[in-house]
């Protein structure tokens, strides 16, 4: 009975979320805004790379920040997908209390909402990644693609980012909506920690343990590792470490993350209903 | 009972038009005074994500000016983001809630409710600005060259009445659309940030890359400004201070028409139509 | 127009083009049609109708939300879509379930933001606010932020920040709506004494609650699918079934009551049926008293045994079924 529910949570939720991300409007602008927006992100740190190296892209550097800038997409995509629901359902919807006393399992709810996102920023990231390949010779070789690393990887890491969103949709359930996505706003935070566009010898000393304590930063490398294994090895940060550890440090770190992560949205779950949040309205 | 209020008693014109703004902005102020979440979310996080952005140039060895081009393009980028979600997005959620209808039926003009929503967010923009240059300043060792403080000024303030009046024109689209209008803003984050130089001296996108980009006054307001504080700032303009300047005084004239054109034509399109009230998607 | 005129239609229509999803064709909805409308200066105009009838498009378009797609609309004296400007200075409107306002500011600070979109000085507004919010019954929750507010107090909020501005013409759509019987009692005798105080005052109130409609309204409009059936003074409209003899009718039908028979009766004008558990009303107009008996045959050729039979005066809610065939709430 429970497992039904949960299912049954999760998959209408999915449903839901795809209805309401695929029909603003036609298919052929909602294509436009699919391609212009990842590669106009990519395109800024081309751009940056390209003016200071002279266009070097055969440098693993540039391969090192491309690859990684596009796998992060699937950050702000999940930790938004999950996060802003809590913010459409209880202000503009005005479903979520609804949804409270239904019988519904909210965290899986909350992650079946964010697969339409996440479906969108894979896309993202195909785009990204496809155009990297065809025009900046990004060096994929597809013989060469440790494909079980690659989708391990990318497994781990998708469900590691959905309890991280779950812990940013504990803390909207007690904020007010401000003018940002919180889900953008704190990837594009992360973005500074994790080694995606840079490694983190970069990083002040002080700073780094940051990184080394984030699920995303060996997620990202893993990712890096299995498509273009030899980029991955010209950066010091992780060569100590081989694939299996960097996996097993994965998986340790997301289920740590995942364990405070649904502690915390536990405890603002609660404090939500105790001080009846869940159908405020907060526009300003 | 109350005596009536007689239709003189109520004021209108420019009177009116000043307590619609600040009639407006007063939620905006107490919202952030109530809630405070923002000052994390908005204030410090953008502060690491420049800081990524800054690293990068470190990481690939760039001259120590672009740092600053960096932290400058990082501190207006609030202005940018006050317009888009706190302005122009804002009335999509008015719309939702009910209370664009009760704005149209009025006597309030529309550019003052623009305006004060505007104004209300400017607090945590000026905050969030300030932060970013005086941290990103004092964190990375940038060190500043000014040419000229009033040419700076002229600047700052020309981009500033530009880039609300392009505002308050991209607002006019979200009375007729609804939630394309919030994609489509949503769409336009980082096409903007590419076209504009935010990170980069936009000269790098050859001429007419640059001239496009010059529509959105960020890109000469953020050009000039950085040839006025750096060094290295007049050798990677796109055009000069003084031009960049009469442009943007054509910009403001333009944008501030426009939106008042705009603004008044596509309400009654909205009207004729239907879409103020309608709740699609 | 008319001097004494505060709202006049001519032949407002105004018709919806829909469409589920982008694939399929634009479908015309007609919402209005063929609206004729005099209210005077000083009226309590009542607009009668079921859901769906066009209510609150008709006041859409008064308030300069909406365009007719056919004819005019005169708001106190101006053109409602050549001179929306003017109209607006000189109107308010407030809606039933209203969701308006900022959850994060209290009562008082929302309803003062409303006022100084309305050119008022902070202190008249203030002053107003204290006295509207007494009258209605929230005074106690001035300085409440209105996200706490329940349904019913949020509706309160509401109906002051209409009455706050002093307009010229208020547009009432379902008011008492989330309203308990004491709030809206409350609220119908502030609307009153409201409309008292000020000659030139002119209220437009959209309601499905028959009693509010008669108790309140100079004049009512009975609108149904667009189209205005009947307008005139409530006891006027009363008055067209006087001749008629207006009958209710408690039965006891264990099977399905054959409503057609009673239908093709000669000499009855309309038949309602209702169902409540194992009872059975039936209301019906008829031509004369004399038509009764041909009604009690039936019911024993159907094997009915009537519980009680009841004699009435014509109500606005006779009149409303006689228009339009239903009860409000069956259409």
């Known amino acids: 009975m429970r497992n039904s529910i949960s299912l049954r949570s999760f ?69 938004s997908g999950i996060s802003w629901t809590i913010i459409d359902d209880r202000e503009h919807y005005r479903t979520l209390k609804y949804i409270y006393i239904a019988p519904v399992n909210i965290p899986l709810y909350l992650f079946g909402r964010g697969v339409a996102k996440f479906i969108t920023g894979s ?15 990004v060096p994929i070789d597809i013989n060469q693609i440790n494909w079980p690393l690659f989708i391990l990887s990318l497994i781990l890491g998708i469900i590691m980012l959905a309890l991280l969103g779950l812990l940013l949709a504990g803390i909207t359930l007690i904020t007010a909506r401000h003018s940002y996505y919180i889900g953008d706003v704190v990837a594009s935070g992360l973005f500074l920690f994790t080694g995606a566009i840079f490694p983190l010898e970069v990083l002040p000393v002080w700073l780094r343990p940051i990184g080394y304590a984030l699920p995303i930063t060996y997620w990202l490398e893993l990712l890096r590792r299995s498509l273009v294994g030899n980029v991955a090895q010209a950066f010091p940060t992780f060569t100590q470490l081989s694939n299996l550890d960097l996996v097993l440090i994965l998986f340790l770190t997301s289920v740590i993350a995942g364990l405070i992560a649904i502690y915390f949205f536990k405890k603002c779950n609660h404090s939500a209903r105790e001080r009846g949040l869940i159908d405020m309205s907060t526009n300003y | 009972m109350l005596p009536p209020i007689q239709l003189t008693q109520k004021h209108s014109g420019i009177r009116l038009f000043i307590m619609t703004v600040f009639g407006r902005a007063y939620p905006r102020v107490i ?16 502060l690491l994500s420049v800081s990524a952005y800054v690293f990068v140039y470190r990481a690939i060895g760039a001259p120590e000016d672009y740092v600053g081009f960096v932290v400058v393009g990082g501190a207006m980028t609030a202005f940018w983001m006050n317009i888009l979600w706190s302005m122009s997005s804002q009335l999509y959620w008015e719309k939702e809630q009910g209370n664009l209808a009760l704005y149209i039926i009025s006597p309030a003009s529309m550019m003052a409710i623009l305006l004060g929503m505007a104004l209300g967010g400017l607090f945590a923009t000026l905050l969030r600005a300030i932060t970013i240059m005086v ?36 607002a006019s689209i979200f009375l007729l659309l609804s939630r394309e209008a919030w994609h489509i803003s949503n769409l336009a984050t980082e096409p903007v940030y590419l076209i504009s130089g935010m990170y980069f001296p936009v000269k790098n996108l050859g001429f007419w890359g640059s001239a496009f980009g010059s529509i959105i006054p960020l890109t000469l307001g953020l050009d000039a400004i950085r040839q006025l504080i750096f060094e290295s700032g007049p050798s990677l303009g796109f055009l000069s201070v003084n031009i960049e300047i009469f442009i943007l005084i054509l910009l403001s004239v333009f944008y501030v028409s426009a939106a008042k054109f705009l603004l008044a034509y596509i309400e009654k399109l909205a009207v004729r139509e239907g879409r103020l009230t309608e709740n699609r998607r | 127009m008319n001097n004494s005129v505060a709202i006049e239609t001519t032949n407002l229509g105004r018709i919806y083009k829909i469409r589920n999803n982008k694939k399929e064709k634009f479908k015309e909805l007609l919402a209005l049609t063929n609206v004729d409308l005099k209210i005077n200066k000083g009226e309590l105009f009542g607009l009668l109708g079921p859901n769906g009838a066009g209510k609150t498009t008709l006041i859409k378009i008064l308030t300069t939300l909406l365009s007719p797609t ?3 609309a005169l708001v106190a004296g101006f053109d409602v879509e050549k001179y929306p400007d003017e109209v607006r200075k000189r109107i308010n409107m ?10 994060l500011l209290t009562v008082r600070e929302n309803l003062w933001m409303f006022a100084q979109f309305y050119g008022i000085e902070s202190q008249e507004a203030n002053t107003r606010i204290k006295h509207l919010a007494e009258i209605v019954g929230i005074s106690d929750r001035l300085n409440t932020k209105s996200s706490d507010l329940s349904t019913g107090l949020r509706q309160k909020m509401n109906i002051v920040r209409g009455f706050l501005t002093d307009p010229q013409v208020l547009f009432l759509d379902e008011p008492t709506l989330g309203l308990d019987v004491g709030a809206s009692r409350d609220v119908r005798t502030f609307i009153k004494s409201w409309m008292d105080n000020g000659n030139d005052r002119t209220l437009l109130l959209t309601t499905h609650y028959m009693v509010e409609a008669e108790v309140l309204c100079d004049r009512v409009a009975i609108i149904n699918q667009g189209k205005v059936l009947a307008c005139d003074t409530p006891a006027n409209l009363k008055k067209t079934l006087q001749k008629e003899a207006i009958f209710h009718i408690n039965l006891n039908a264990p099977s399905r009551l054959e409503l057609k028979s ?42 009915l045994r009537i519980n009680r039979l009841e004699k009435r005066e014509p109500s606005l809610e006779d009149v409303f079924i006689k228009l339009v065939g239903q009860r409000i709430e069956q259409v």
Request: glycine share 8%; charged share 15%; hydrophobic share 50%.
């Open chain 3, 70 to 72: 056919k004819g005019n």
């Open chain 1, 123 to 137: 896309f993202a990231v195909l785009i990204t990644l496809l155009a990297g390949f065809i025009f900046l010779k």
């Open chain 3, 94 to 103: 407030v809606s039933g379930g209203e969701t308006s306002g900022y959850g």
């Open chain 2, 135 to 170: 941290f990103g300043s004092l964190i990375f060792n940038v060190s500043y060259h000014l040419v000229s403080f009033w040419q700076l000024i002229a600047i700052f303030s020309l981009s500033m009445i530009a880039l609300y009046g392009m505002g308050m024109m991209s």
């Open chain 1, 11 to 79: 998959l209408s939720a999915s449903w839901l979320g795809w209805k309401i991300e695929s029909n603003w409007t036609d298919p052929f602008l909602f294509a436009t805004y699919s391609i212009i927006k990842p590669l106009a992100s990519a395109g800024i740190l081309v751009l940056m790379y390209s003016i200071i190296t002279n266009g070097n892209f055969d440098n693993p550097m540039f391969a090192y920040l491309y690859l990684g800038n596009a796998f992060y997409q699937y950050v702000p995509a999940v930790l």
């Open chain 2, 31 to 46: 919202g952030m005074q109530r809630e405070k979440s923002w000052l994390f979310f908005d204030i410090f996080v953008p």
């Open chain 3, 262 to 303: 009673f239908e093709d009766l000669p000499g009855v004008k309309s038949c309602v049926i209702t169902q409540k558990q194992d009872e059975t009303f039936l209301d019906m107009i008829l031509e004369d008293d004399s038509i009764l008996s041909d009604v009690i045959s039936e019911t024993s050729r159907q094997s």
